[in-house]
Structures are given as structure tokens and as C-alpha cells.
């Protein structure tokens, strides 16, 4: 191999996949410290709910999950999916949370892979590392 050749190759490899994050943030009046999850079976990303939550709790906002209808003390919900990929073995690859206030949304946030030959190993991180920057900024207004 060529030494001129090696930036090439090491440039296209380093952008082979790229990772999006989207976020709308809550309002910067808001201030609660409670939220209730609604759960979603279709989810098959294990740590999802139990990251999501303790992620809520570093900004000191407990957390309930809930199936049905919404409890009658939950005065702010999240619904949420989760996707996952294959390459060696699962992982994340596609999030989104929707906060509300009774029925009016009050954030959102996305999470997205962009898988393009696979070569970023950052693929495999945890859940809890690819969240917490979501989580940050989505709650960026907290009080």
C-alpha cells in the first residue's frame, strides 16, 4: 500500500457513519418533578426505559412507567420508540421521546444512526452514552 493513499481511505472510513441528534427542548418556564412513561411493548431494546428514567433522574425527575390509560396524578407523560441494529450484535440505532403536558407536547427529541458502511465503532456504545446528550438537551431549560 501507497502512503498516499492511507488519508483517503482513513477519511472515508471516519465518515462512513454519522450520528444525528434533533431536538426541540422544553420550555424554559416549565418546571416539574415528576413524569410518567407510557410503556411500549413493541420496544426490544432492553436498558431503554430504565436509562431513559435514571437519565430523567440526574436532573431530579422521578419517573413511573405506566400501560393504558394515563394515571390520574400524571400530569406529564413521555411516549417514546427504539430501534435497534445488527452488526456482531444489537444495538441502538434510532430513538425518539415525545414529552407532554396533559395533551399538548412541550419537547421532542430524535436520535438517529446513520449506518453508511458501519465502520464507526461508536455504534456499540451503551445506551446510557448514546442518551445522556439527548436527555441534556432536551432538558437544557429545566428548572
Known sequence: MKLYKL???ILVLSLSACTSINVTPIGESLSFSHICIEDNPKV?????VD????????????????????????EYTM???ALQS???SMFLSHAELRLFRG??????A??????????????????RKKMTPVIN????NYI
Open 7 to 9: 488519508p483517503p481511505i
Open 44 to 48: 426490544m431494546v432492553n436498558d431503554f
Open 51 to 74: 436509562t431513559i428514567s435514571d437519565l430523567f433522574h440526574d436532573h431530579q425527575i422521578t419517573s413511573e412507567v405506566y400501560s393504558g390509560d394515563i394515571p390520574s396524578h400524571c
Open 79 to 81: 411516549k417514546y420508540t
Open 86 to 88: 445488527w452488526d456482531m
Open 103 to 108: 395533551r399538548h407536547k412541550i419537547g421532542n
Open 110 to 127: 430524535i436520535y438517529h444512526l446513520n449506518m453508511r458502511g458501519g465502520w464507526d465503532f461508536s455504534k456499540w456504545n451503551s445506551t
Open 137 to 140: 438537551e432536551l432538558l437544557q
